[in-house]
C-alpha cells in the first residue's frame, strides 16, 4: 500500500528548474532513500513535501490525502514530520520542552486553561510529561531532560530532533541528512536508531543521506537525483550498480 | 521531576510581597518621603509595562517599540470610562471596570496592530511599532470627546466642533489638554495587586504549552511550523497579551494623576525605549529581572537628585556597568561560583 505518492513534482524559480518531474511512490513501512549531488535538488524535494514552498506542478498524496500546496503547520497534522540538515532545535528551550513543543497538537489545552492552571491542564501536563519521556528514553536522552537543547552535544542534538519530530507522531518521517558530521562510530549508531524507529513505531522513512555506507547498509529503495532530474529509482543494490549514477555521483 | 518550593517563579511573587510589607512598614511608621511615596504607583506602572513589554520581547523575541502606545491606549479608555460613569458607580468596583475596559480596548489595538505588523520581522517590525505608537499618541492629541443627552460626540476638529447640547453637555476627552479631574483611584496596594496579577498571568502563561509553542517560534520559525505551530495566531497572542497588560498599566498610570494628557514624555517612544531598556537590562525573557530592573531604574534618579546636574551622567554610568556586571561572561562565571547555590540554573553539559 503506497503511503505517500508524488507525481509530476516541479518547481521553478525564476528561470530555474530546481526540481523537474520528480516521482515516487513510498510504501508502508519502508525506508526510502534520495541521493544526489551537492545542489541536485534533494532538500528542494523536502521543502515542497512539507510546505515550506508550494509546488509549481504536481501533485503529493500522503495516504489518500491530497496535501499539494498546503501549509506547512497543516502537512504536519496530516502526518510528515521532518528534521533539518542544519540542526533546527528550539535552542533555549529545555531537551524535554522541545519534545512537549513537538506534541502540542496530541495534547491541546486553551491558553486560559494553561494561565488559570485548571485540572485540564495538570492533566495534559502530566500525560505530556509521560509521552516525551518515554521517547526521550529511546533515544537516552532522558537524563538530560533538563538540559538546555544548545547546551547538548552535536549527536544529541540530532536525536532530539528526531524525538521532537516523532513527537508530532507522523505518519512519514523526513530526515535530512542525519548522519552529517558524525564520526563512523556515531553514523553506526545511527543506522540501528532508525532501523529501531522504523520498526517500534512502524515508522515509514523518507531519507537524504550522502554517507553511503548508510545508505547502502538501511535502505530499501532509492532515488538517485541530478540537476533537479531522477537520475534512476529502485532497489538500492541496483540503483548503486547503475554505470550513470555511478559516474554522476559516486565517481568511476 | 520533584517540586521545589523557591523556583525562579515563586520568588518572584515572594519578592514583591516583601517589597510591599516593607513600604507598607515604612509607611505605617512615617520613615517614607512624600517624594517616595508619590513615586509608589509609577512604580507599579513601569514593572506592569516592563513585565508586558517582555513577553513580546522576550518571549515572543520581536523588538516593539510602540509599547507606550498601548498604554496611552489604555490610559484614555479606562479614564474616559471613568468620567463618564462619575459617582452613578463606587470607586472599588468602577476602577475595576475602567481596568477591564482599557485591557481590552489595549488587546483590540494589539490586534489590529499586530496583523500587519507581525508579518514584519526584526529592524522593520520595531520601526512599524514606533510608528504606530506616535500615531496613537498624536491622534489622542487631536481627539475630542464629548456626551450630552443624545449620546456620544467625537471630533477631531476642536471642542465646538463636538456640537454638544449646551444643557447637559459635556466634554470628557479635551484634545490636547486630555482628560482632566480623574479621581485617584489608584493605591499602591491596588497596584502591588495588578503587578501580582500581571506576573502570575504572564509566569503560567510562559509555562503552558501556549508559551512553549511562542517560545519555539522565538527560537526557530521553521522549525516551530514544521511541528504543526500556527505560527500567526501564537504571535497574535503574544502581541496582544502584552499590549492587554500595557493597557492595565495605562489605566493605573491615569487614575493617579488628576490630569491626563498624552505628551511625548509619558506616551512617546521616550517612554517606549524607557520600558525596553528595563527588559534588555532585567534579561530578555526574565521576568524577575523586569521587575527588579523597573524598580531600581526609577528609584535610581530619584536617590540621586542630591548630585544635581551629576545625576544623568551617574545613572548612565551605573546603566553600563549593571549591564557589564550582569551579563559578561567573566561575571557570570564568578555569581555561578560565589552565588551559584542560590540560583538553579540548569546545569551545562559538556
Known amino acids: 500500500m503506497a503511503l505517500l505518492e508524488v507525481t509530476g513534482l516541479g518547481i521553478s524559480f525564476g528561470g530555474l528548474r530546481a526540481v523537474d518531474d520528480f516521482n515516487v511512490i513510498i510504501k508502508k513501512g519502508q525506508l526510502y532513500g534520495l541521493i544526489g549531488p ?16 508550494k509546488p509549481t506542478d504536481g501533485h503529493i498524496i500522503l495516504d489518500g490525502e491530497n496535501i499539494t500546496g498546503k501549509k506547512t503547520a497543516d502537512i504536519c ?78 549527536g544529541k542534538q540530532r536525536k532530539l530532533e528526531i524525538a521532537r519530530a516523532l513527537a508530532t507522531d507522523p505518519k512519514l518521517l523526513l530526515l535530512d541528512e542525519p548522519a552529517a558530521g558524525m564520526n563512523p562510530n556515531e553514523t553506526a549508531e545511527l543506522m540501528d536508531t532508525i532501523k529501531f524507529v522504523r520498526d517500534t513505531f512502524d515508522m515509514t522513512i523518507l531519507l537524504i543521506e550522502h554517507d553511503m555506507k548508510l545508505v547502502s547498509g538501511i535502505c530499501e529503495r532509492l532515488s538517485v537525483l541530478n540537476f533537479g532530474q531522477v537520475l534512476a529509482q529502485g532497489d538500492t543494490s541496483k540503483v548503486l550498480k547503475d554505470p550513470k549514477v555511478i559516474t554522476a555521483y559516486l565517481g568511476e | ?30 520613615n517614607l518621603s512624600s517624594l517616595m511615596k508619590g513615586l509608589l504607583v509609577p512604580l507599579c506602572v513601569y514593572v506592569i509595562l516592563a513585565v508586558s513589554l517582555n513577553i513580546t520581547v522576550g518571549i515572543l523575541g520581536e523588538l516593539s517599540l510602540g509599547h507606550a502606545g498601548f498604554m496611552c491606549v489604555g490610559a484614555f479608555s479606562g479614564a474616559f470610562f471613568t468620567q463618564l460613569v462619575g459617582d452613578s458607580l463606587n470607586g472599588g468596583l468602577r476602577f475595576a471596570i475602567a481596568i477591564l475596559i482599557g485591557a481590552v480596548v489595549a488587546a483590540v489595538f494589539g490586534i489590529l496592530i499586530g496583523i500587519p505588523v507581525l508579518r514584519l520581522k526584526g529592524d522593520y517590525l520595531a ?19 464629548g456626551t450630552d443627552a443624545n449620546g456620544l460626540h467625537i471630533s477631531i476638529k476642536n471642542a465646538a466642533a463636538l456640537n454638544l447640547d449646551p444643557e447637559t453637555g459635556r466634554i470628557i476627552i479635551k484634545g490636547a489638554q486630555g482628560i482632566s479631574g480623574t479621581p485617584s483611584d489608584s493605591s499602591f496596594t491596588i497596584g502591588v495587586i495588578l503587578v501580582l496579577i500581571t506576573l502570575f498571568v504572564t509566569l503560567n502563561l510562559i509555562h503552558s504549552r501556549t508559551g512553549r509553542a511562542i517560545m519555539a517560534i522565538r527560537d526557530n520559525r521553521i522549525a516551530a511550523e514544521s511541528i504543526g505551530i500556527n505560527i500567526t495566531k501564537y504571535k497574535l497572542l503574544a502581541f496582544t497579551v502584552s499590549a492587554a497588560f500595557a493597557g492595565i498599566a495605562g489605566v493605573l498610570y491615569a487614575h493617579n494623576l488628576s490630569s491626563l494628557v498624552a505628551l511625548p514624555k509619558n506616551f512617546g517612544y521616550n517612554m517606549s525605549i524607557m520600558i525596553l531598556v528595563f527588559v ?21 534618579p530619584e536617590l540621586l537628585r542630591g548630585l544635581n546636574e551629576y545625576r544623568m551622567l551617574i545613572y548612565s554610568v551605573v546603566l553600563i556597568a549593571v549591564m557589564i556586571l550582569s551579563w559578561s561572561p567573566t561575571a557570570k562565571a564568578f555569581r555561578e561560583r560565589y552565588f551559584g547555590f542560590l540560583s538553579r540554573r540548569k546545569k551545562e553539559v559538556s
Open chain 1, 38 to 53: 551537492n545542489g541536485a535538488g534533494k532538500t528542494t524535494i523536502f521543502n515542497l513535501l512539507t510546505g515550506v514552498y
Open chain 2, 280 to 300: 534588555v537590562l532585567g534579561g530578555m525573557g526574565n521576568i524577575r529581572g523586569s521587575v527588579i530592573a523597573a524598580v531600581v531604574l526609577t528609584l535610581l
Open chain 2, 1 to 30: 521531576m520533584a517540586k521545589k518550593i523557591f523556583t525562579k517563579d515563586n520568588s518572584t511573587y515572594i519578592i514583591v510581597i516583601l517589597a510591599y510589607i516593607i513600604v507598607e512598614a515604612l509607611i505605617g511608621t512615617g
Open chain 2, 127 to 145: 520601526i512599524v511599532t514606533l510608528a504606530f505608537g506616535e500615531i496613537i499618541k498624536n491622534i489622542i492629541n487631536i481627539l475630542y470627546v
Open chain 1, 77 to 154: 497534522k496530516a502526518g510528515i514530520a521532518r528534521t533539518f540538515q542544519n540542526i533546527r532545535l528550539f535552542s533555549e528551550l529545555t531537551v524535554l520542552d522541545n519534545v512537549k513543543a513537538g506534541l502540542h497538537n496530541e495534547f491541546k489545552y486553551s491558553t486560559f486553561t494553561g494561565i488559570f492552571r485548571l485540572p485540564k491542564y495538570f492533566r495534559n501536563e502530566k500525560s505530556m510529561n509521560e509521552k516525551a519521556y518515554e521517547l526521550l528514553k529511546v533515544f537516552e536522552l532522558d537524563k538530560e531532560a533538563d538540559v538546555l537543547a544548545s547546551n547538548l552535544p552535536y
